[in-house]
């Protein structure tokens, strides 16, 4: 095949090389409508777990608090606080040690992560009776509190790929605990065909081995 | 009157190119989105499916994968949606979340298809009278043949029409790096082609 001939090749693949038929809009929309906006644990707001689990969210706002009050100044009267551009001035100002926070991230995100693991494998291939369904789901759904979490502290924004991960095991705690409601039973298929697509189970098993592995 | 979200928004390959304002309905549209607007989720997919679709068409080949694929692409932004940064044009971040879930499918696949070319590898034998294949097979062949990464950048430049600039911004990588990777796919299928008669 000569240089002009193969340029005539090129050319033409846009023509020759898997030609996609019109796209069936209608049909993939239905099941994206179904799957994100009827959807009982809201996919849309990711962040929005307070709604559906006050306690939680007040448990997780006490934790984070006593945490920081751990890394302020002690002794410091908020009227005796230096205003914000005094301490942006400051140069001096001690840096608090972020060594123990690092830890403990990393043994909730360990812990977490081996939670996930044991869910996913536990996972039954077909459920008849119904009931390891509503088991499988309420575990998903406590999962997913701390996934979220999870995903949005900045040690998971420093970390690419334990993010990704993150974001994926997401997305499968939000197929298992929809579970629980009668027109999403039988999807037990598609979470384990997510599962087995996103290699979500090795990457978990080498993300726990990771953080095992920097302790 | 009120005038359709649909007018305001651009065909999905022009987002890039699109006026200031047409971007400011495209962030209106996706807040509308994360706030549970159906109409507005049907709208940003009737902008971008399109094109979402013929990229997983192309890479995968096959019509019902594509649409599991364009499916699963929207399904996974709308759920994440509110982490949209608006860094880079919507139109990136979608087809980098295509470019992603393609990949890990077929990745998936190869990886069963070596497994069971392991397991029948005894026993099998090669048709000697198989008929000469024509050129789309060839093509076809040659394309499939290729990496990855040369695959989906030919596939996306040569043939659905990325720029440089877009497939460096969807995949991750400078726009030299995609220039070279288009240079060698096609070095390569050049090669691959060389021996066939018409």
């Known amino acids: 095949m000569d240089e002009n001939r193969f340029n005539d090749v090129i050319r033409e693949l846009p023509r020759s090389f898997n030609e996609p038929p019109p796209p069936p809009l209608d049909e ?53 606080l230096p205003a914000p551009s005094a301490i942006a001035a400051n140069s001096t100002t001690p840096t608090p040690d972020t060594s123990a926070v690092a830890a403990a991230y990393r043994d909730q995100t360990n812990r977490y992560l081996g939670q996930a693991a044991a869910l996913l494998i536990s996972l039954p291939a077909r ?53 629980h409601t009668e027109k999403n039973k039988g999807d037990l298929d598609l979470i384990h065909q997510a599962v087995e697509q996103g290699d979500v189970l090795s990457r978990l098993n080498s993300a726990v081995a990771t953080t095992q592995s920097s302790e | 009157m009120t005038i359709p979200v649909s007018n305001f928004i651009a065909n999905g390959r022009d987002l890039d190119q699109r006026q200031p304002n047409h971007r400011v309905n495209e962030t209106q549209l996706i807040a509308r989105v994360i706030a549970g607007d159906r109409l507005a989720g049907r709208t940003l997919y009737d902008t971008h499916a399109p094109r979402v679709y013929s990229l997983a068409y192309r890479l995968s080949g096959d019509a019902e994968k594509a649409r599991e694929f364009t499916q699963d692409t929207f399904i996974r932004a709308f759920s994440r949606l509110s982490q949209f940064r608006g860094d880079a044009a919507f139109s990136t971040w979608l087809h980098r979340i295509v470019v992603t879930v393609v990949s890990n499918a077929r990745r998936s696949e190869l990886r069963m298809a070596r497994e069971v070319e ?81």
């Open chain 1, 127 to 179: 459920d008849a009776s119904g009931k390891t369904d509503a088991t499988f789901a309420t575990k998903a759904t406590d999962l997913l509190v701390t996934t979220r979490l999870l995903i949005d502290s900045p040690a998971a924004a420093q970390d690419p790929k334990l993010h990704s991960l993150l974001e994926d095991l997401e997305l499968v705690l939000v197929q298992i605990a929809r579970l």
């Open chain 1, 28 to 80: 993939m929309w239905t099941v994206i409508e179904e799957a994100h906006f009827d959807a009982p644990v809201s996919i849309s707001k990711p962040r929005g777990f307070a709604s559906r689990a006050p306690w939680l969210a007040a448990a997780a706002a006490l934790v984070l608090g006593i945490g920081l009050g751990r890394y302020l100044p002690r002794g410091a009267n908020p009227s005796e």
């Open chain 2, 118 to 198: 392991l397991d029948e590898a005894d026993g099998i034998e090669v048709s000697a009278t198989e008929a000469e294949p024509d050129l789309k097979e060839c093509i076809s062949r040659a394309v499939d043949n290729l990496s990855d990464a040369y695959r989906m950048t030919l596939i996306m430049h040569d043939i659905e029409g990325y720029t440089h600039a877009e497939i460096a911004g969807i995949l991750g990588v400078p726009e030299g790096t995609c220039k070279s990777r288009l240079s060698a796919a096609r070095a390569q299928l050049r090669q691959e082609l060389a021996a066939f008669k018409e």
